[in-house]
């Protein structure tokens, strides 16, 4: 019941928020070959004292050019001109990457941004982009919320297991919360991804369980070591496959929109 999707070993595997480009690259590379549609989001900026005003002023630029956690603009010109804004292979990913440093350098100016990105100032986003990853999202937003999402799985599972779960991100803003994630099987195949046949997506579908939503709609999780307001995105627990009680809850009860609660 709690077996470990080879996601759940990516996720954040030997980085940390300071890591060169050449890692993100290496990371982001390995989510998309493992079925993970990744996305840049806005860097984090935590501001510490004794900035002089002029970087104070890039660095107000670059938060208002580039929201910290908000996707990335798509490119218009260059080698990602029309590739949108999420990769779902690796084709894409070094450009992606090189392109979102040099985004940084160009504000801050390439004598500061060295510095800004070892010291923690400013720091890289990543998400994975739930519907186009064959994934589904719980998200929890606090510890009162997670211990209701914990008794309904029991109760509709018959598995005094899912008691104990924990979700597999622990994200800053959702305090003794979290974000469960779950796999679903794949029905496109390509050179990487082997097609799962007979399996109707969920794509699009939302539900609320108390305070909770499930989530195979246009949602982003930001991955570690993502940071939001300096405190870091991590890994806790697995990712699972979708399992068949929850699948058919999401088919049965959810919709395009996130609807009321369902428990």
Same mark, same amino acid.
């Given at each position: 019941?709690? %077996?470990?999707?080879?996601?759940? +070993? $990516? #996720?954040? /595997? *030997?980085?940390?928020?300071? @890591?060169?480009?050449?890692?993100?690259?290496?990371?982001?590379?390995?989510?998309?070959?493992?079925?993970?549609?990744?996305?840049?989001?806005?860097?984090?900026?935590?501001?510490?004292?004794?900035?002089?005003?002029?970087?104070?002023?890039?660095?107000?630029?670059?938060?208002?050019?580039?929201?910290?956690?908000?996707?990335?603009?798509?490119?218009?010109?260059?080698?990602?001109?029309?590739?949108?804004?999420?990769?779902?292979?690796?084709?894409?990913?070094?450009?992606?990457?090189?392109?979102?440093?040099?985004?940084?350098?160009?504000?801050? %100016?390439?004598?500061?941004?060295? +510095? $800004? #990105?070892? /010291? *923690?100032?400013?720091?890289? @986003?990543?998400?994975?982009?739930?519907?186009?990853?064959?994934?589904?999202?719980?998200?929890?937003?606090?510890?009162?919320?997670?211990?209701?999402?914990?008794?309904?799985?029991?109760?509709?599972?018959?598995?005094?297991?899912?008691?104990?779960?924990?979700?597999?991100?622990?994200?800053?803003?959702?305090?003794?919360?979290?974000?469960?994630?779950?796999?679903?099987?794949?029905?496109?195949?390509?050179?990487?991804?082997?097609?799962?046949?007979?399996?109707?997506?969920?794509?699009?579908?939302?539900?609320?369980?108390?305070?909770?939503?499930?989530?195979?709609?246009?949602?982003?999780?930001?991955?570690?070591?993502?940071?939001?307001?300096?405190?870091?995105?991590?890994?806790?627990?697995?990712?699972?496959?979708?399992?068949?009680?929850?699948?058919?809850?999401?088919?049965?009860?959810?919709?395009?929109?996130?609807?009321?609660?369902?428990?």
């Amino acid at each position: 019941m709690l %077996g470990s999707d080879p996601i759940a +070993a $990516l #996720l954040g /595997a *030997g980085l940390d928020a300071r @890591s060169p480009q050449v890692v993100w690259k290496g990371y982001l590379r390995k989510l998309a070959a493992a079925g993970c549609a990744v996305t840049m989001l806005g860097p984090d900026v935590v501001v510490p004292d004794g900035l002089d005003d002029e970087t104070l002023t890039v660095l107000a630029e670059l938060t208002q050019r580039f929201p910290s956690q908000a996707a990335m603009p798509e490119e218009s010109t260059g080698k990602l001109s029309g590739q949108g804004q999420v990769d779902r292979t690796g084709e894409q990913i070094n450009a992606r990457v090189t392109t979102y440093y040099r985004h940084i350098t160009k504000i801050v %100016g390439a004598q500061r941004a060295p +510095a $800004l #990105l070892d /010291a *923690g100032v400013i720091t890289p @986003s990543a998400g994975i982009y739930i519907p186009f990853s064959h994934m589904v999202a719980v998200a929890v937003p606090d510890g009162t919320a997670l211990a209701h999402w914990r008794r309904w799985a029991a109760e509709t599972s018959g598995d005094r297991f899912e008691l104990h779960t924990a979700p597999t991100l622990l994200v800053p803003g959702l305090p003794g919360g979290g974000v469960y994630l779950f796999t679903t099987p794949d029905t496109g195949a390509d050179h990487q991804h082997p097609a799962a046949i007979g399996y109707a997506p969920v794509t699009g579908l939302n539900l609320a369980i108390g305070d909770s939503i499930v989530s195979a709609g246009q949602v982003t999780v930001p991955i570690p070591p993502t940071r939001m307001g300096g405190a870091p995105v991590m890994r806790l627990g697995p990712c699972r496959k979708l399992p068949a009680w929850l699948d058919a809850a999401l088919r049965e009860h959810g919709s395009q929109s996130v609807p009321l609660s369902a428990a």
